[in-house]
Each structure stands twice: as C-alpha cells, then as structure tokens.
C-alpha cells in the first residue's frame, strides 16, 4: 500500500469512527426510557432498507389498505418502515407523547 493510500484509508477510517461517537452521543442523551420505547416500536416491524424499497413495498400494499401508507425512517434501527398513523399523531408518538 502506498503512502497516499494509507492516509486515505486513515482519514476514512477516522471518518466512520466520528460517524460511530456521533451516533453513540445521540443514543446515550436519549435516555434509557426512550431508548426502550424506540426499541420495542421497531420490534417485529418489516425493515426497509432504502426509502424506495419501502416505497415499493408500500405500493404493493395500498390496494390493501383502507388508510394512505407513509414511510418513515426509524430512530432505533435507521432503516424504513411503512405506517397508517397520520403524520400529526405519529409526530408526537415518536417524541415520547401518546395522542
């Protein structure tokens, strides 16, 4: 490997370790109770990895459904998931309010 190369892979390794401090900042000021709550609401939920798999899964299921379908990005895991909850209510449930 050549010099450039090994500080390349360095900056970049570096670059994930911040990604890594950064992710683990957030999930500590969450806060134990919260962190519980997003845990068991991503539990046993289809995960999504990109917006358009879920994009397609949703279109799939609306001929399904009674209720418009949304995606949403889950705070636990980071991958997507389909909901029937309008946005309003799942706003406030996603910060720790039951409407």
């Given at each position: ?6 500080r390349?892979?360095?900056?970049l ?17 969450v ?23 879920a ?20 705070g ?8 029937k ?15």
């Open positions: 490997m050549t010099p450039e190369q090994m390349m892979k360095a900056m390794l570096r670059a994930q370790a911040d990604e890594l401090d950064a992710d683990a900042a957030k999930v500590e000021s806060g134990d109770d919260a962190l519980e709550r997003m845990r068991k609401s991503c539990q046993g939920k289809k995960r999504y990895a990109t917006v358009e798999a994009g397609s899964a949703a279109a799939a299921r609306q001929k399904f459904e009674d209720h418009p379908l949304r995606i949403y990005e889950c636990f895991c980071r991958q997507f998931h389909l909901t909850a309008p946005l309003d209510r799942f706003a406030s449930f996603a910060h720790g309010k039951r409407p």
